[in-house]
């Protein structure tokens, strides 16, 4: 395959950057519309319907940005990473899940202080007027996708289980844009409220549409996916080249991950991220996989010439975000797929390889890493061994400066179990290495 330069951005904003301050343009400019829609569209019937008009207003706001976070938006996706996206609607959605009911409760009490009853009876003949009905369904499975994203019951779910009831959320929205729809004072207080209000509903579901579902169908189509060979790399290690057509015109770089279906060899809602273990150069993907379950365990019977549906690629773990002439690539049992592929793309520049397993047998794709570590003239530290036997602690501050004296002007990879991640994330923070020079992404759906 082609290898590629990457490209060293140094003294200039990086992607992920640009990214954030989009993004916070993005939802500042949309706050202050939405504050100053509330101002100007006049009180309620009493306070108390008047602020919970207000957490009404910005439960809808909190809704859309929910959809824009997970519609897989490939100019956000590159630059921040879909695990950060991830977070950052998983923070988003607990906060909806505070407003929305803060909303309701306000919208009983204020109806219920208007007419002079209980909050029960008020939010029984309020179950009785249709636009209020939708808003307390939309708030009911609101609540329960909050419980079930809890981390003690998510925990004990299957993904494909938690995932299936995950989707209630788009019922949800679109209860709750009924609901705002029919609540006419939020769409209709000005010529200007009705605009902005249909155009960010339009945007956030379009964009998710076409995200989600419209590009993910379309490349596959015109690419035409199948399997070309499953290769054993060990018992438990297997490699699945895929092919198609005008593979040259997918966007995809060394270093991302793509969401990987093998329709006819498991059902269709299975689908696993895998990273590509080989740099994309217009000919094939490759993708290599450890049995840890049902479906990378099952990949080894895959046939050749059967269909492929592949989303993506995704990712921000690419050397779009180099700063530094040198990198430092740090890589943890099946981690180093990506890592692999980042040294085929590199064709220059300083590199140096921290391969962390057991035992040399557990160690994926060595041979091709020693191959290309030694083409680039970089360096490779195969770490094996388990953390304390003999005082081994590679990823300690110390042993990590021990192998790369010149780490903090590195650009630093890490890809790798998480709580290898974690251990060398803090230890890279004591050595005082830049931020800006530290890549780390964790692989997942969204």
């Known amino acids: 395959m082609a290898a590629t330069s990457g490209t060293v951005r140094n003294g200039t904003v990086l992607p992920v950057d640009a990214a954030r301050r989009a993004m916070w343009a993005f939802v500042t400019v949309n706050v202050v519309i939405v504050e100053a ?8 019937k009493n306070g108390v319907l ?14 859309l940005f929910q959809l824009l976070l997970v519609a897989r938006l490939p100019w956000l996706d590159r630059r921040i990473g879909m695990d950060r996206l991830t977070v ?141 060979a499953v290769v ?24 991302q991950f793509c969401i990987w279906r093998f329709p006819g060899h498991n059902h269709w809602w299975l689908a696993n991220p895998f990273s590509l273990s080989a740099a994309p150069g217009g000919q094939g993907l490759r993708l290599t996989a450890k ?49 692999r592929a980042m040294l085929e793309e590199q064709a220059t ?26 083409l680039r003239g970089g360096r490779l530290h195969l770490l094996t061994g388990r953390t304390g036997e003999s005082g081994t602690a590679p990823f300690d501050p110390s042993g990590l400066h021990r192998l790369v004296p010149d780490i903090t002007e590195r650009d630093v990879y890490v890809c790798g179990p998480p709580t290898m991640t974690k251990a060398v994330l803090s230890s890279l923070r004591d050595l005082r290495v830049p931020a800006r020079q530290i890549h780390a992404e964790r692989f997942g759906l969204a």
């Open 37 to 44: 829609l509330f101002l100007s569209a006049g009180s309620g």
């Open 50 to 63: 008047t602020v919970a008009k207000f957490f009404g207003l910005h439960a809808a706001l909190l809704m």
């Open 88 to 228: 950052w609607h998983r923070w988003v959605g607990f906060t909806l899940l505070w407003t929305v009911l803060t909303h309701a409760t306000l919208v009983v009490l204020g109806y219920a202080t208007l007419d002079d009853t209980s909050m029960g009876r008020t939010f029984v003949a309020l179950s009785g007027v249709p636009a209020s009905l939708l808003g307390i369904l939309a708030a009911a499975v609101i609540t329960a996708i909050a419980v079930i994203s809890t981390r003690p019951l998510r925990r004990r779910l299957r993904y494909e289980i938690w995932h299936g009831l995950h989707l209630l959320l788009y019922v949800a929205l679109g209860l709750a844009f009924v609901h705002q729809l029919q609540e006419t004072t939020t769409f209709t207080s000005s010529a200007f409220a009705t605009a902005y209000w249909w155009t960010l509903w339009l945007f956030a579901f379009g964009t998710l549409l076409t995200g989600r579902l419209a590009v993910p169908l379309w490349r596959n189509a015109y690419h035409r996916f199948r399997v070309a």
């Open 232 to 255: 054993p790399e060990s018992d438990d290690v297997v490699s699945v080249y895929v092919t198609g057509r005008h593979l040259d015109r997918l966007p995809a770089r060394a270093g």
């Open 291 to 339: 049995a840890v379950g049902s479906a990378s365990a099952g990949l080894r019977n895959v046939p050749a010439g059967s269909r492929a549906f592949v989303e993506g690629p995704y990712g921000a773990f690419t050397s779009l975000h180099r700063t530094r002439p040198g990198a430092l690539l740090i890589a943890g049992g099946v981690g180093i797929t990506p890592v």
């Open 349 to 374: 520049g300083d590199v140096v390889v921290l391969y962390r397993v057991r035992s040399e047998a557990d160690a994926v794709l060595l041979n091709e890493v020693r191959e290309l570590v030694a």
